[in-house]
């Protein structure tokens, strides 16, 4: 049975949005202190470093963003802590992304991974190249991602070193990021990918920065609705 303490929590937690994603439930991204990712204009993103155009990124009447070129869109405007809250559906062989923590520094980001998972193409892919993983540094505990051209539904929590990931219900990742101390290892002892090597390790990884989206990869595209995010402090 649960106590009268528990319910009031749970119920509190609703109310206000702020779900801890502990048991793998989404938040509700429509209440109050939540805000749109990227506005209708696009006068709040850039691609490249420059300003986006509809040749780049563009709306779909249904709500659904889609890139045209290989650029990343990213979010002007930088966030400490917060829950980034979306749905996505990748064409079939997709390989995309979902970009935070992003400043200035081209070498100083992370990215949660979008994959079309069980593709044959994929099949032999290190385990961190999966939906919902980290990309080159932690695995998604499983593959909870549906097939191509179906939406999926992904909560992205990240209050200083602590990040967590739930894809469709499912909790897949719940992280201290503060115990990536090198360039070359992961704390499981599997190697880093050689290219990212160059970048700082996560326990220096600045804990603010931009929101993004990964461009057109490999000819293929991911799209995104929905895309709404809070700030946490």
Not at 125 to 145: D, Q, W
Not at 200 to 219: D, S, T
Request: contains cysteine; proline residues 6%; neutral net charge.
């Amino acid at each position: 049975m649960k106590t009268a303490t528990t319910v009031f929590a749970a119920a509190l937690a609703a109310l206000c949005g702020c779900a801890t994603l502990n048991d793998g439930a989404h938040p509700d991204s429509t209440g109050p202190g939540w805000e749109d990712v990227f506005d209708r204009s696009l006068s709040n993103a850039e691609v490249d470093g420059k300003p986006c155009s509809a040749d780049l990124w563009s709306w779909d009447d249904e709500g659904c963003l889609t890139p045209k070129c290989t650029g990343n869109l990213m979010s002007k405007k930088s966030w400490n802590s917060f829950v980034l809250d979306c749905e996505y559906k990748c064409d079939a062989t997709g390989n995309s992304g979902i970009f935070f923590y992003d400043t200035d520094h081209p070498s100083a980001k992370i990215e949660m991974q979008i994959l079309d998972d069980r593709h044959p193409k994929y099949a032999k892919e290190a385990p961190y190249s999966f939906t919902g993983s980290l990309y080159g540094h932690c695995a998604a505990r499983k593959i909870a991602s549906k097939g191509p051209g179906e939406w999926n539904r992904v909560t992205i929590r990240a209050r200083g070193d602590d990040v967590k990931v739930v894809l469709n219900g499912e909790k897949v990742v719940d992280v201290d990021l503060s115990r990536w101390t090198s360039r070359t290892k992961n704390p499981d002892g599997s190697d880093i990918p050689p290219w990212q090597r160059q970048f700082v390790p996560w326990a220096e990884l600045p804990k603010r920065g931009r929101i993004g989206l990964q461009g057109v990869h490999g000819g293929k595209a991911a799209h995104f609705k929905y895309l709404r995010i809070k700030a946490l402090d």
